[in-house]
């Protein structure tokens, strides 16, 4: 056993005798057994731990009655992809240093430190506010959902684009940059990740989300974080396991396959929404949609073509260079040379597409 887990005997010694993973049996001669299932749970011990989780919180997140094998394995994903972003958030941070310092320009002392513990959007960040502001007819929907709220928390709140002008609101954000760039005059915000919310029970009296649950490391953990704090909770986010979109979307269907295999395994959407027990509602995206979210120009194709437009995409940066050269290149050649036309036509009769964007209210 421990040779096929790749630890030492000791290890397993322990993890028995803190009542972590015990064999479920021993032989006459008091060596341990282990059935599949204790396998199954050694398994999920030796990802977590390597994960750099302690031993108390792995005992608690294994032992949830809640969260079964599959949705450990969606979480182990997530967790996995999230550490697969920082390293790349890393390498782009690392590459812009290098530029710099190519030029001759030397990075500061906060900089380089900062570089080195990067996440996604402390590196991507600085560019968000260029193409992201409020869509106000989708900013609408949002806003009908939380209701007669008064008090509402926005988690994961960005400079605060979907904030009700309306309410009393309080924004949680873990970046700094995306903090230090919300507008005078914003909302209060904190520095705070959906999973670990620092508000007791029922605070407000709704919580919102908007496009930043695919974000976090368990969103499902998030989701009953917003549930503990608030009445009512209304989130905006994409379906990523919806197929139909990505096929539907000329973007990710021609020229970015790539985001399928960033989306690949990542629970349906019913799953959040059944945590929370949310009713779930699709919303159109209008063609002149005022946001600069993925799909938002899907009939404005010569907008990918521009960098400030990407550069607010986190999909973009995940995908790297190399994929998003070749995107671009070949949506240039494709619009100049009439294929993009040929191909999707229809779509200038159209005002809005379903392309997966979701509405939970619970
Ligand atoms: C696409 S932006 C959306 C921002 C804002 N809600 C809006 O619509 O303009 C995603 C945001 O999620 C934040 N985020 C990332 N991980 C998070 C987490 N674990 N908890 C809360 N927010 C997170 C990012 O820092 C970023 O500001």
Do not use: K
């Amino acid at each position: 056993m421990a040779q096929l887990a790749g630890v030492s005997v000791r290890t397993l010694h322990h993890y028995d005798e803190i009542g972590l993973v015990r064999p479920s049996a021993r032989t006459t001669a008091g060596y341990r057994t282990y059935s599949a299932g204790d396998v199954e749970r050694l398994r999920e011990v030796l990802a977590y731990r390597r994960l750099g989780f302690g031993l108390r919180e792995i005992a608690d997140l294994i032992d949830d009655p809640g969260t079964d094998a599959v949705a450990h394995l969606h979480r182990l994903r997530g967790l996995l992809l999230e550490q697969r972003d920082r390293a790349g958030a890393m390498v782009t941070a690392i590459d812009t240093e290098l530029r710099a310092r190519a030029m001759g320009i030397r990075t500061t002392s906060e900089d380089q430190l900062r570089a080195f513990g990067a996440q996604l959007y402390e590196v991507i960040g600085s560019a968000y506010p260029a193409t992201r502001r409020t869509e106000p007819r989708i900013a609408a929907r949002v806003w009908d959902a939380l209701g007669d709220a008064r008090t509402v928390l926005n988690v994961g709140a960005g400079t605060g684009s979907y904030e009700p002008p309306d309410r009393d609101v309080t924004a949680a954000e873990p970046p700094a940059v995306m903090r230090t760039q919300r507008p005078v005059g914003a909302a209060p915000c904190v520095a705070a990740g959906a999973e670990n919310l620092p508000f007791e029970n029922r605070s407000f009296d709704a919580a919102m989300a908007f496009s930043t649950v695919h974000h976090w490391h368990d969103p499902i953990a998030g989701l009953r974080e917003m549930r503990r704090v608030a009445r009512r909770v209304v989130v905006l986010t994409h379906d990523a396991s919806d197929n139909g979109w990505r096929h539907r979307f000329w973007l990710t269907r021609d020229y970015l396959p790539e985001v399928a295999g960033l989306v690949a395994g990542r629970p349906s959407v019913d799953q959040p929404a059944r945590s929370i027990g949310a009713r779930m509602e699709p919303v159109l995206i209008p063609w002149d949609c005022a946001d600069g979210f993925l799909e938002a120009c899907w009939r404005r194709p010569e907008a990918y073509l521009d960098e400030h437009v990407r550069r607010a995409v986190s999909v973009w940066t995940r995908v790297g260079p190399e994929a998003e050269q070749r995107a671009v290149n070949g949506l240039r050649d494709d619009l100049s040379s009439g294929r993009w036309a040929e191909r999707n036509g229809d779509l200038v009769d159209l005002d809005t597409a379903e392309l997966g964007l979701r509405l939970l209210v619970a």
